[in-house]
């Protein structure tokens, strides 16, 4: 079946630094999403990317699909504290979104 | 408009005891999911109701059932826990017809299975 794969599983990051998180499908997608989920809450909707080589930007987010649309990532920059949680990947098949494990990031102030 | 409910927050079972989590959306929502997270794991599908009347089981059905009492309500069983399914369940709905598709989550239960 279908597998989304992220990296890496932590990322520790100095405020004010970029950095990105990466994820990977071994199929081909139809589309993929992104979610944020802060400490103790619960997954939230970020971003959705359709279109081959299709990048989309949310103020300091930049989120890329990539041209054969296997993989996506997310490039954050200027790294704030608001930043801090787990951000997880999710490829669309029917009815159903496959996750991955998730870039849980923390920030060093 | 209190978007997905889940209740109860937290819960703490004994090996063998049986319980029902229970969801809610008033958004009109069409599809509804269960979810599990576990460190490490991301989040996992239990089950899913793609509509009102049908079920179906996601990557990891074994040991629950689940209900879709109608469009809002759809509930997760556990007719006798182990502990290996401590862990946080989310409950999301997701319409058919929106620009994203995008899935609501609620707020989660905790529960611990001793």
């Known amino acids: 079946g279908q597998q989304v794969m992220q990296i890496p599983q932590y990322q520790h990051v100095q405020e004010g630094e970029d950095f990105t998180t990466y994820c990977n499908s071994s199929?081909?997608?139809?589309?993929i999403q992104w979610y944020k989920q802060r400490p103790g809450g619960h997954p939230v909707f970020l971003i959705q990317l359709v279109k081959s080589g299709e990048v989309k930007k949310q103020k300091r987010l930049t989120f890329q699909f990539g041209e054969a649309k296997k993989n996506s990532s997310l490039h954050i920059t200027a790294t704030q504290t608001t930043d801090v949680g787990t951000y997880f990947c999710?490829?669309?098949?029917?009815?159903?979104?496959?996750f991955g494990a998730g870039t849980t990031v923390t920030v060093r102030a | 408009n209190a978007g997905v409910t889940q209740t109860p927050k937290f819960q703490v079972l004994k090996t063998g005891q049986s319980m029902t989590l229970q969801c809610a959306q008033d958004m009109n929502h069409n599809s509804m999911y269960w979810y599990r997270q576990d460190p490490g794991m991301g989040l996992r599908l239990i089950y899913y109701?793609?509509?009102?009347?049908?079920?179906d089981k996601g990557e990891v059905p074994n040991g629950y059932n689940v209900s879709r009492l109608n469009k809002r309500e759809f509930s997760l069983r556990l007719e006798s826990a182990a502990p290996s399914q401590t862990s946080v369940y989310f409950c999301?709905?997701?319409?058919?017809?929106?620009?994203?598709?995008?899935?609501?989550f609620g707020p989660g239960t905790r529960l611990t299975v001793l």
């Open positions: 999710a490829g669309r098949r029917g009815y159903k979104l496959s």
């Open positions: 199929t081909t997608l139809s589309n």
């Open positions: 999301a709905s997701r319409t058919a017809g929106g620009p994203f598709n995008e899935q609501f």
């Open positions: 109701s793609a509509s009102e009347g049908t079920t």
